[in-house]
């Protein structure tokens, strides 16, 4: 009888440890096979990923990855949740978004799942503030919390929401939810600005009367959206809190009630461990805040995850539910306090009933049906997560130690400063969807061009003015929409011959990337028959690498006495002669297939 070691886990306790060493020798062996020759630590740094910020994902995570300790749940920093029972009393809040006042689609959530209101309210941008009121017909304010999103109209809305508190029975210590001031957000959003006195002001009532409802909301979609990283996100936040903090301070509350004032609003991305990890950052980066404050133990940060707007296609918008998903799971792994599923129709303009109840069940079926919210800090004690955090909670740090040099939030951005820095990201990263080295599903990569259009009803226009609204797919969508127009003016798609040299075996692989690409391009490929029979005026050769070097320059010669214009060929550059253009994994799909459309007349 063998006799365990009595340290816990001890399984492998009769195995010899493996070390790391170990395994960058068995890596190196199999990237040789591939042709690389690399040893040690190289090996290992071959097979990381680089992600935006400096960060780095490296392919093996071990103790010797050592990061902070997280401390416990629902204390300082807060790493592992603000509360030390997470969510697991019943799950998130499950807060939707509304921007039209149509009480029976408010209703219709929160007798199906949804437990707290998001209202867009403003004259041009949603519902108004005389709409309120109606908006919220036979909701039980005391039950459904209100948060409100009205910009400029923050003081007109807010002073609205208390009236119909008082007016429909509801005591001011019973009243939850969020008022919603948040000028800087604004300014982000519209380039205008706004007094934030009488912001304070409400800010001091709240803590008066109303201790159920914040008064401030820290909301970083706009940075986001403008194309900013996780640490750029996460930066601009905290600058954006302090200035309340001073504010709210300045205004006679204590750090106490000022921080108990504020609510964070992030974006929570299909790229599930960096949601996970910029969820948690954000929390021990806020604690530091009120740490140096003075109030150590009010910088538990209260947070709400939105599923990215960034991320959501318009073209194949069904593929929006798979990435809303994923991203949802992200925001409660991480220990979001409140999530808000956008509908897959979002960017379509008005969602539908499917699409709300779609959006609401996904937080459903994670907290009933998968329990995700029964573990607290499900990613606790990851190597992986815990060291992911750290790095992140150190680079958003550096930044907003940035804007705090440039004068702070506001400085920051009517200097330009912020929104040159968010530009520069969006633009490198621009760079990659464009070569398909981010690839966006049903855009620029299985895009289905005989797909039928999902039409919605137009949405309110959202505020602009100030830091730009990117998405994914905006430059894929611009191809999209000049074929869409072809097709409705011609009754035709612009068309490209693919010529398969060899036999299946030789071409298959790079005949499927070619028709993937130029379909991304909204350019229908033609494989069948010959080149005069598919009606298009520009051919692409797909084959192997040896069967170019025997047939790719006959072949092009005889495209072109067909009538070829524009003659490609998927692979690597090569020295062939009557080729124009090379495509591969990692070109420019975006400048080819525009100057593709171009060359077809396109506009």
Known sequence: MTV????????????????REQWQHLVAGVLRKSGKEVAGTEA?????????????????????????????????????????????????????????????????????????????????????VAELGSALEGVFLDLAPVVLDAGAETEQA??????????????????????GADPLGHEARTGDSYDIAPLTELARECADRHPGVRAFTVDALPYHEAGGS?????????????????????????????????????????????????????????ARVAEVCGASRAGAQVQHAVTSPVMMTRRDPWVNMLRATVATLAAGVGGADAVTVLPFDEALGVPDAFARRIARNTSTILIEESHLSRVIDPAGG?????????????????????????????????????????????????????????????????????EKPV??????????????????????????????????????????????????????????????????????????GTFEESGARQACLCSSDALYEEQAEAVAAGLRAAGAEHVFLAGRPGPYEGVDTYVF?????????????DRMGVS
């Open 4 to 19: 365990l070691p009595d340290d816990g886990l001890s399984l492998a306790a009769e195995f010899p440890d493996t070390t």
């Open 44 to 128: 290992e740094h071959a097979l990381s990923t680089t992600l935006e910020d400096g960060l780095s994902i490296q392919p093996l995570y071990t103790v010797r990855d050592s990061a902070p300790d997280p401390g416990l749940p629902g204390f300082p920093p807060f790493v592992r949740g603000a509360r030390a029972e997470g969510n697991t009393a019943g799950g998130w809040d499950v807060r939707q978004r509304h921007a039209v006042a149509d009480s029976s689609t408010v209703l219709a959530d929160l007798e199906n799942g949804t437990t707290s209101l998001w209202l867009v309210v403003g004259e041009r941008a949603g519902i108004t």
């Open 158 to 179: 807010a002073r609205r929401l208390l009236r119909l508190y008082e007016e429909r029975g509801v005591a001011a210590d019973a009243a939850r939810g969020n008022l």
């Open 230 to 286: 996780a640490a750029q996100e996460l930066g601009s936040s905290l600058a954006t809190g302090v200035a309340y903090l001073r504010a709210l301070t300045g205004a006679g509350l204590s750090i106490e009630q000022a921080c108990a004032q504020l609510e964070f609003r992030y974006a929570a991305t299909a790229d599930q461990f960096l949601t996970i990890a910029k969820l948690r950052a954000a929390r021990r980066l806020w």
């Open 382 to 450: 990851s190597h992986y997560v815990e060291r992911l955090t750290d790095e992140l909670a150190r680079a958003a740090w550096e930044f907003f130690q940035e804007i705090e040099r440039a004068g702070g939030q506001a400085a920051a951005l009517r200097s330009g400063m912020l929104g040159e820095r968010l530009a520069r990201t969006w633009s490198a990263r621009s760079a990659k969807l464009a070569k398909r080295k981010e690839p966006v599903t049903g855009v620029s990569e299985f895009p289905h061009l005989a």
């Open 455 to 528: 039409v919605r009803a137009p949405a309110p226009v959202p505020p602009s003015g100030g830091l730009p609204r990117v998405r994914r797919d905006e430059a894929f969508e611009a191809l999209r929409a000049r074929s869409d127009a072809h097709l409705a003016k011609t009754g035709a798609r612009p068309r490209i011959h693919l010529a398969a040299l060899g036999p299946a075996a030789a071409h298959t692989a790079r005949l499927t990337f070619a028709a993937n690409l130029f379909q991304a391009g909204g350019i229908e490929p033609v494989t069948e």
């Open 585 to 597: 994994a990692g070109c420019d799909a975006v400048s080819v297939l525009s100057a593709t459309l």
